[in-house]
């Protein structure tokens, strides 16, 4: 039976802020007062680097939560999502929210749920345990969500979704205005028959997109005619199959409003099929920007753009405004703000 020795490899211990004191010969309440810059010490300059040389001779780092504990903040967000931490659909949002709490020096705890309730819940709570100055909440596309009362225990802001009675602050794409924008544009091309290929589910984007639509015919006088909107779901194979309920009429449009990218890729196989040329014959427009689609098709998809790493960017800005505010109060019966960022239009070679 082996016996173990007193040989083994001693753990090195951190270093702490009393062996730094020791090392620089003064006092801990000294070292404290350089470590934090404390104005009006009047401790010599000779004394601070002497303080400062033993915290490199060490490697000592302060302990931040404790520090951040103190003044009563931990410059962390909690960054809580569905799927977008792990799709390239919207990881631009992501990238926004990280751009701009490094920027602001604070940093972002992010918890990827899969959609599992029981994960997110937890989360939240893990969230809170660690003290977050704040939490996102986001999900992968435009929609109302029901998120743990307990994120009302800090200041919080909803990213691409929005809470029924508006109790929380919340960011989403403008899809109404998008809507619109993309069948104006259009018709100052002069189209006078253009189809909307549209999602079936009453999701908001669709609602929004769907409105602006009928408020760009209307605007120009155009008739809304049901006979060239068509819905189905918001898949390549299904755009083929509304485009083909499209093109098989005698008097086809001269242009088409795809509810997202990937349908206005179906419409693309249509017309390719059928020998029609885009944009000479039929012009397309789609919606999203997706990466891999829009820029990559030939030729390139003209689209409106979901404002993904701008929202990202909202939404900490938004949360650090409210974690400032001296007299925060998650009662407060003051209307959260609710903002709608807008979609631009980015001009390619179909429409």
């Not at 801990?28 to 009047?42: E, G, I, Q, W, Y």
């Not at 000779?46 to 009563?72: C, D, F, H, M």
């Not at 390719?272 to 030939?298: E, H, K, T, W």
């Not at 800005?317 to 903002?339: K, R």
Request: with cysteine; glycine share 6%.
């Amino acid at each position: 039976m082996a016996v173990m020795t007193k040989t083994a490899k001693k753990v090195n211990k951190r270093p702490s802020m009393k062996d730094v004191a020791d090392l620089a010969g003064v006092s801990r309440t000294t070292v404290s007062f350089v470590l934090n810059k404390k104005p009006d010490s009047a401790i010599p300059a000779e004394t601070q680097e002497k303080v400062w040389s033993a915290v490199r001779e060490l490697g000592y780092r302060p302990n931040a939560i404790a520090r951040n504990l103190r003044a009563q903040s931990t410059n962390t967000i909690g960054f809580i999502s569905d799927e977008i931490a792990t799709t390239p659909f919207a990881v631009r949002i992501l990238q926004g929210a990280q751009s701009f709490a490094w920027e602001h020096k604070k940093l972002l705890l992010t918890v990827n749920t899969g959609g599992d309730p029981e994960i997110r819940d937890a989360a939240v709570n893990m969230l809170l345990e660690r003290q977050v100055d704040g939490i996102i909440y986001a999900t992968m596309y435009h929609r109302q969500v029901n998120p743990p009362q307990q994120v009302h225990e800090v200041p919080t802001v909803l990213l691409d979704c929005f809470v029924e009675d508006r109790s929380l602050p919340s960011v989403v794409p403008d899809e109404l205005t998008g809507g619109y924008q993309a069948t104006k544009h259009l018709l100052d091309q002069g189209h006078d028959r253009i189809a909307f290929l549209c999602e079936e589910r009453p999701v908001p984007a669709r609602i929004g997109r769907m409105a602006g639509y009928k408020q760009a015919l209307t605007e120009y006088g155009k008739p809304y005619d049901e006979s060239i909107v068509v819905f189905g779901s918001s898949t390549q194979s299904s755009g083929r199959e509304m485009a083909q309920q499209i093109f098989s009429q005698p008097n086809h449009p001269s242009a088409v409003f795809c509810y997202n990218d990937r349908i206005a890729m179906g419409t693309y196989d249509v017309l390719r099929d059928l020998g029609l040329s885009i944009p000479n014959d039929v012009a397309v427009i789609g919606f999203d920007d997706q990466d891999l689609i829009a820029a990559d098709i030939q030729p390139g998809l003209t689209t409106m753009a979901l404002p993904h790493y701008e929202m990202g960017q909202w939404a900490v800005s938004h949360l650090l405004d409210l974690i400032n505010q001296d007299n925060f109060d998650v009662n407060n019966s003051e209307t959260p703000v609710q903002y709608a960022l807008p979609c631009p239009l980015i001009k390619r070679n179909s429409a």
